[in-house]
Structure formats: structure tokens, C-alpha cells
């Protein structure tokens, strides 16, 4: 094993144990992990398809293979969502500030089109975008009426999506955690393991990778071992019931939101 690889896991078998042990004993410690931007390289995707455990897989309308990667996972079982690019991502699907209602809806249509299978969706970048409590009200509505979920990737102190979600009742969860803002297994490790501790400490932890390869080889081991730390991964549609649509503070790797990058 790579000698990076292996001082990451063990960054994480010892940060996870003190931290779980701040938990509530014997309490259940839900994990619902969700990749993104997939879509884009048929290698990273496939090792990210293979990733052990109910992952969600986020991927980007506006990427070379997003259809076919999406009709591959959905034909394995796995939950496929649209990665939606919102300001201050930019392309033909991104939703930007002062668009008329009619072009939001319309570049959404698109985008569920471009991934199909998709059981909900999840914001790329939007730390401008989500922030707009109309053009995120219409997203919201427009999942209802799809009978789809919103899961708000937290990428903005001032979001709006999650609020607007919870306002008509639509099927909603948010992210605690970023897993790779700093690209080294050793902060990787380290943002699992705030992960495992806050699953101990809440109840549950939403958390969102990326398919960097630092990323995909420290899920790759550490992924099986979760359960011997008490931590149960469930499915995102599981997550969403068991938090009953409540938003929870998201966590990024030094404050309570991460760089906005999403």
C-alpha cells in the first residue's frame, strides 16, 4: 500500500475512534456519502460506480458521458442524481441570477433530460445561485411536481434551497460534510473522520466527495471498515426519511460551510 494511502487511513482509524467515543454509546450513527461531478472520465466514474455501500452519484448534464454513466449505474442499482451547474458555474444548464422563471424551468427539463434515470438533484457550485430565494422555490416546486428530492450541497451561509424545500414539504436533505476541499489522504481521512464523529454525535452525516483519486483510494479501503466504527451507511432516500426533511448545520474542513467550489 502507497505510503500516502496508508498514513491517511490511519489518520482515520485513530481520528474516528477518539471522535466516535464523543458520541452518544449505543445511539444509531447513520453515513449517506454522495460523489460528484461525474460524467466526465469513464475511468474515475467506473471507480466511483464501484465504491462499496449505497453511494449516490452525482452527475454534471453538461459532461461527455453523463447519459451513458447514468443509464450504467441506474442499471446496477445505484441512486443517480443530476449534478445541476448553478452561478457561479457557468454552460448551456447553469442557472444564473435574473433568468426568467420560463428558462430556469426549461434548463432544467434539459438537464434531467441529459441524465436520465436521475432520482433527484444536488447544486454544482451555487454559492450565488442559491442564495435567491425565488429562482430556489422554483426548483423546489419543480422537484414536487417531478416527485424527485433536493439534496442542498450547502456551498453558501446564505443558502435557500433547503428552506424553500422545506416550505412545501418537498423530500430534502442537506450536507454536513466536504471530504476533499484539501486534496491529501491525510485531510481526506481527517474530514471522514469529522464524518464518522458527527454520524455518532447527530445521529447522521451527510457527506460529498469528489472522484479525485486521493479520494477514490481512501474510500476504497476505509469504506468497509465504517461499521466497525459503528457507523451504518444508509441510502440518500433512507437519509432523507430518517432526518425527516430537518436541514442540519453543514460542515466544511476549518468552519461550518466550505469553500464555495461546489
Do not use: C
Not at 28 to 44: C, E, F, K, W
Not at 178 to 201: G, S
Amino acid at each position: 500500500m502507497r505510503a500516502w494511502l496508508l498514513a491517511g487511513l490511519l489518520a482515520l482509524h485513530w481520528a474516528g475512534q477518539a471522535m466516535a467515543q464523543e458520541g452518544a454509546a449505543g445511539s444509531p450513527a447513520y453515513l449517506s456519502l454522495i460523489i460528484d461531478d461525474l460524467g466526465q472520465n469513464p475511468t474515475r466514474d467506473s471507480r466511483a460506480l464501484a465504491l462499496p455501500g449505497p453511494v449516490t452519484l452525482a452527475v454534471m448534464p453538461d459532461t461527455p458521458h453523463a447519459a451513458e454513466f447514468a443509464r450504467e449505474a441506474h442499471k446496477v442499482g445505484r441512486t443517480v442524481i443530476v449534478h445541476m451547474p448553478m452561478d457561479p458555474a457557468t454552460g448551456p444548464f447553469a442557472w444564473q441570477p435574473g433568468m426568467p422563471e420560463a428558462q430556469l424551468r426549461e434548463r432544467l427539463a434539459a438537464a434531467f433530460k441529459a441524465v436520465p434515470y436521475a432520482a433527484g438533484l444536488n447544486n454544482h457550485e451555487g454559492s450565488r445561485m442559491t442564495t435567491q430565494a425565488d429562482a430556489m422555490a422554483v426548483l423546489a416546486s419543480e422537484l414536487q411536481q417531478r416527485r424527485l428530492f433536493l439534496v442542498d450541497s450547502r456551498t453558501s451561509p446564505g443558502t435557500q434551497a433547503a428552506a424553500q424545500a422545506q416550505a412545501i414539504g418537498l423530500a430534502s436533505v442537506s450536507r454536513d460534510v466536504f471530504l476533499d476541499d484539501v486534496r491529501t489522504p491525510e485531510a481526506i481521512a481527517e474530514q471522514l473522520a469529522k464524518a464518522v464523529a458527527l454520524a455518532h454525535q447527530q445521529g447522521s452525516a451527510v457527506v460529498i466527495g469528489h472522484p479525485y483519486p486521493q479520494t477514490l483510494a481512501l474510500l476504497e479501503q476505509a469504506l468497509p471498515g465504517l461499521k466497525a466504527q459503528g457507523v451504518e451507511m444508509i441510502s440518500i432516500r433512507q437519509m432523507i426519511a430518517e432526518r425527516s426533511n430537518q436541514a442540519m448545520r453543514g460542515h466544511g474542513r476549518k468552519g461550518t460551510y466550505a469553500p464555495s467550489r461546489e
